[in-house]
Nanobody, 121 residues
Framework: QVQLQESGPGLVKPSQTLSLTCTVS??????????WSWIRQPPGKGLEWMGA???????YYSPSLKSRTSISRDTSKNQFTLQLSSVTPEDTAVYYC?????????????WGQGTQVTVSS
């Protein structure tokens, strides 16, 4: 029932901030007890969890990315966003938003289709 859609620029220059938005339909981002997350997959590599925002607004980040990652939300638009600062070509990846009801699932059961982001000058 929940549907997620990523949007944002497909090309970002090195040192700039990558900004993406996930628009949610079929459910509210404030519904107990859902997590809303960002996950990425660089070319030829596996999935990497970046961080998440809980239904309460609390945020959680991967230790390797915490210093330059920020996840926020706009409840009036039923959206949550990703900002990744000081990007390098190593940040090139397909970026996904995903969610799960933590009372029932131990993995991400709803996924967006993903969006390609390339970091290049």
């Amino acid at each position: 029932q929940v549907q997620l859609q990523e949007s944002g620029p497909g090309l970002v220059k090195p040192s700039q901030t990558l900004s993406l938005t996930c628009t949610v339909s079929g459910g509210s981002i404030t519904t107990k007890y859902y997590y809303w997350s960002w996950i990425r997959q660089p070319p030829g590599k596996g999935l990497e969890w970046m961080g998440a925002i809980y239904y309460s607004g609390s945020t959680y980040y991967s230790p390797s990315l915490k210093s330059r990652t920020s996840i926020s939300r706009d409840t009036s638009k039923n959206q949550f966003t990703l900002q990744l600062s000081s990007v390098t070509p190593e940040d090139t990846a397909v970026y996904y938003c995903a969610s799960r009801d933590s009372n029932y699932y131990t993995t991400w059961n709803y996924w967006g289709q993903g969006t390609q982001v390339t970091v290049s000058s």
